[in-house]
């Protein structure tokens, strides 16, 4: 059965191309060489949210990273915890042994949307679609802070391993101490209570040095991450990094159905399109699941 257009999609489908302030990325190509066997690739954006398929060993992993070096952020800009930059270099994907054959000729281009162009014969009031470049050309890629400005959060398949797997969790486990509260804690609780169909009466973390530690209260019972499943502590930090982060954010978003049962999937998506209308954030993920895709009005398929 064919997908309909909800008034939410209408919404998005809205301000989408139009919203200036927002550094909205609207594509991306490999244009010059090739990057893990990808090239001549080009992609448009035209949703919001953008959901990309593919058989494994296709390039999805490939494109999300792209995606995810597009744009730079000041020093004191958003990060996510235990990150030293708030922004992506090519560099924190693209890592090669000695053996391999290294990265010399490559150009990616990014189109975006954006009020703060410098002026030219293209885009004459600095307000409109323009397209930057990276290039690498023998030895580094060139410079990054030419960028356009925008929060990005790139989430990997890492999220999901559980903090009862995770070596340092388990050795500050005792050290963990409740912070002050930032504000958005029963937003997060809600968004999350409804996507599992769980109510939570409340939700904090516990932190220590540059590792955190979540911890929830249902149905009078308090359990920390420790005792989460994967797809409730991946629910509770995606969520707090969409409401910690002020401004324009790009969610990067790998496999993003690890975790969750197919109503969940779905109850993800429609949580995900409601802060898109209300917030204009723009999401791009990966995702095997059909479940996933079929809500989606913008879906890129790779064989």
Request: hydrophobic share 35%; glycine share 8%; charged share 20%.
């Amino acid at each position: 059965m064919s997908y309909l257009y909800s008034q939410i999609d209408k919404t998005n489908l809205g301000w989408f191309d139009k919203d200036t302030s927002k550094a909205t990325l609207l594509g991306v190509e490999i244009a010059i060489g090739q990057l893990r066997g990808l090239k001549d690739i080009k992609i448009q954006l035209k949703y919001p949210i953008t959901a990309i398929s593919g058989k494994n060993g296709t390039g999805k992993s490939t494109v999300l990273a792209c995606i995810a070096c597009a744009f730079h952020n000041s020093p004191i800009g958003f990060k996510t915890l235990g990150r030293k930059r708030p922004y992506y270099t090519f560099s924190d994907f693209f890592i090669q042994s000695s053996e391999e054959e290294p990265l010399v000729y490559l150009r990616v281009n990014y189109e975006i949307l954006h009020n703060h162009w410098r002026k030219s014969e293209h885009i004459p009031y600095g307000v409109g679609i323009g397209v930057q470049s990276r290039w690498k050309l023998l030895g580094r890629w060139n410079n990054y802070g030419s960028r356009v400005s925008r929060n990005v959060v790139f989430c990997g398949i890492e999220r999901v391993v559980p903090h009862a797997e995770k070596s340092v969790s388990k050795s500050y486990r005792r050290a963990f101490q409740k912070g002050q509260a930032v504000g958005y804690e029963m937003t997060v609780a809600e968004t999350v209570g409804r996507i599992l169909g769980r109510p939570y009466a409340e939700f904090y973390y516990k932190q220590h040095s540059k590792y955190r530690l979540p911890l929830v209260k249902s149905k009078d019972r308090l359990y920390s991450g420790f005792n989460m499943g994967a797809g409730e502590n991946t629910l509770v930090e995606i969520f707090s990094i969409i409401y910690a982060c002020e401004g324009s954010l790009l969610l990067v978003i790998d496999e993003i159905e690890l975790g969750l049962h197919e109503e969940a999937q779905l109850r993800l998506v429609r949580e995900l399109k409601e802060l898109c209308a209300t917030r204009h954030i723009q999401v791009v993920c990966t995702t095997h699941s059909a479940r996933v895709l079929h809500p989606f009005l913008q879906k890129v398929g790779f064989t």
